[in-house]
Every structure is written in structure tokens, then in C-alpha cells.
């Protein structure tokens, strides 16, 4: 296992959010965290990257936690957030340097390595831009650079699709499709369904900060008695279930 999350109840002051959340992402695969508004999606994330404590529970990566040794932990995994989140004094190149060092890469190195997704991206002629002049699309590219250009046991990206035009789209699932076969785990919390099912390898359903259903696209299916059922439809199917209940 590379992310490994075990009976994770956690949340705001003293009101969990999470309870008894169990699940975990292998090498070589891409998990789809989905559920509704509100379900646990972000703050399972937040859990994920340390920027929230578990009330109770374990979450490590490739066997360790955060309590252990957090640098280690930080550098062991790669995070794009839903909402960029760039520095406004800083240029693309700058950026790529700043994340060269909070991971210990040698400058150059870092640059190799960053310029072959500036160039897949389309922002090779952008390096000396500030971020007031990219649009929403073009600082999601930006740090979907910056986390690709790490080699990372684990990706946690939230949300990819949104922002992004069709060729940046396609130049995602090809470096996810990549890093994939290099042996990454990738969590990605996404709405959008149809990429969903084309993309990812299995899937964790929240609701109301626990897990509805887990596994794959066939494991859901056989679960909800909808053999051959897209991802669509199986989600509007636990969708109804919500409402009902």
C-alpha cells in the first residue's frame, strides 16, 4: 500500500466530519474520491496532507506517518488543490525553483524535470509570467507542473478538470497515465464522472463522512444490482438512496 487510511474520524473543534473512514491507495493506481457537497471529500484530504489532525485513526504513506518524521511524510507526496494557490511576486520559473527546494531537488535537475510539463502544458513561452497574468486554466497548469515534477510515491489532486481546455485535459491523463506505470498512487476528487469512469482504476463513494461504497466500477455495479450501469448512474442511483433516507 502506498496511502494507507485506517479508521480515520476526524474534523472541526470537536464536531467530526469523518467517522471510521477506511480505505487506501495502491502503486500503480488512481483512485476517484466522489461523493456529494458537504460528503467529506475535502476534509479527508486535509486529513491526508496534514493540514488537520484525525481525532482518532492512522493515515501513512509507504508505512509512515506524519507524527514520525513530518518532512519525510510532506515530501513523500505531491498536492493540487482545487483553487490554485501561487505566490503573486513570484514568476512560473520561480515557482518551479521554490518547489525544487521545499523537495530537495538540485536546481538544474529540478529544471529538466519541470520544463518537459511546461512544454506538455503549453506555458514554455510564459516561465518569466507573474500570476496575475494567467488565467484560472493557466495557474491549475502551473501547479499541475509543479506537482508532476516531483517523483512522489503519492498525488493527491482535487478537482483537475476544472479550469482546464481540452488539451490540457488529455496532457493530464497522459502524465497521470505515466506516472501510473512508474509506480505513483494518485487520489483524485473529481464531479466529473465521465472522466472519472475513463480514468480511474476503482473509487471511494463518502457520504455524510463515511464510506457508501468502495472498489471498483464492477464492484459497484454487482453492489447496487446494475450490471453495465455507468458511473453516472450508479451515482444519481446512491443519490436517491440519500434522498430517500
Not at 480515520?8 to 473512514?21: D, E, F, K, R
Not at 515530501?75 to 530537495?104: D, M, N, R, S, W
Request: charged residues 20%; negative net charge.
Amino acid at each position: 500500500m502506498t496511502l494507507e487510511i485506517k479508521d480515520i474520524t476526524g474534523g472541526y473543534s470537536a464536531v467530526p466530519v469523518l467517522n471510521n473512514v477506511s480505505f487506501s491507495v495502491k502503486k500503480g493506481e488512481l483512485t476517484g474520491l466522489i461523493g456529494l457537497n458537504g460528503a467529506g471529500k475535502s476534509t479527508t484530504i486535509k486529513h491526508i496532507i496534514g493540514l488537520m489532525q484525525p481525532f482518532s485513526g492512522t493515515i501513512s504513506i509507504n508505512g509512515q506517518m506524519i507524527k514520525q518524521n513530518p518532512k519525510a511524510y510532506r515530501q513523500a507526496f505531491a498536492f493540487v488543490p482545487e483553487t490554485p494557490v501561487l505566490y503573486e511576486e513570484l514568476t512560473l520559473k520561480e515557482h518551479i525553483e521554490l518547489t525544487a527546494l521545499a523537495y530537495g531537488l538540485e536546481k538544474e535537475e529540478a529544471m529538466k524535470r519541470a520544463l518537459r510539463y511546461v512544454k506538455a502544458f503549453r506555458l514554455e513561452e510564459k516561465l518569466e509570467w507573474f500570476p496575475a497574468y494567467f488565467s484560472k486554466g493557466m495557474k491549475q497548469k502551473v501547479m499541475l507542473v509543479c506537482a508532476f515534477m516531483v517523483d512522489v510515491p503519492l498525488y493527491v489532486i482535487d478537482e483537475p478538470f476544472l479550469g482546464l481546455d481540452p488539451l490540457g485535459i488529455h496532457t493530464f491523463r497522459e502524465i497521470v497515465s505515466e506516472k501510473k506505470k512508474q509506480g505513483a498512487a494518485i487520489l483524485m476528487s473529481t464531479h466529473v464522472l465521465s472522466a472519472a469512469e475513463k480514468d480511474c482504476d476503482n473509487f471511494v463513494v463518502l457520504h455524510n463522512g463515511q464510506i457508501s461504497h468502495s472498489g471498483t466500477l464492477a464492484n459497484m455495479q454487482e453492489a447496487l444490482a446494475m450490471p453495465g450501469a455507468s458511473l453516472d448512474d450508479l451515482y444519481f442511483r446512491l443519490t436517491e438512496e440519500v434522498i430517500t433516507l
